[in-house]
Nanobody, 116 residues
Framework: QVQLVESGGGLVQPGGSLRLSCAAS????????MYWYRQAPGKEREWVAT????????KYTNSVKFRFTISRDNAKNTVYLQMNSLKPEDTAVYYC?????????WGQGTQVTVSS
């Protein structure tokens, strides 16, 4: 079955960095566009970044441009989100997401807290 397992979250001070990972299984990872979303307390889940199957095309929501970088390693079936210059407003649960012919699949999420 499809599994998406996020890791790498934690508590970081403003201005700090974290790298999130999402390990995928149960589908042909190298053929799929992958997404990162996040959900802050009391807010709706929002799209953060997208990476095409080959890794050569990426997109970001405006609030994270030039601070976050999405990447993937198709040999390891893993997608990453490098987050730099973190701000308190980046505090959220971060989710990995994929759309397959069988449906939409989410990971369990990893908590990122930016606070001094």
């Amino acid at each position: 079955q499809v599994q998406l397992v996020e890791s790498g979250g934690g508590l970081v001070q403003p201005g700090g960095s974290l790298r999130l990972s999402c390990a995928a299984s149960g589908f042909t990872f190298s053929s799929q566009t992958m997404y990162w979303y996040r959900q802050a307390p009391g807010k709706e889940r929002e799209w953060v970044a997208t990476i095409a199957s080959s890794g050569d095309n990426t997109k970001y929501t405006n609030s994270v441009k030039f601070r976050f970088t999405i990447s993937r390693d198709n040999a390891k079936n893993t997608v990453y989100l490098q987050m730099n210059s973190l701000k308190p407003e980046d505090t959220a649960v971060y989710y990995c997401f994929v759309i397959l012919s069988t449906g939409r699949h989410w990971g369990q999420g990893t908590q990122v807290t930016v606070s001094s």
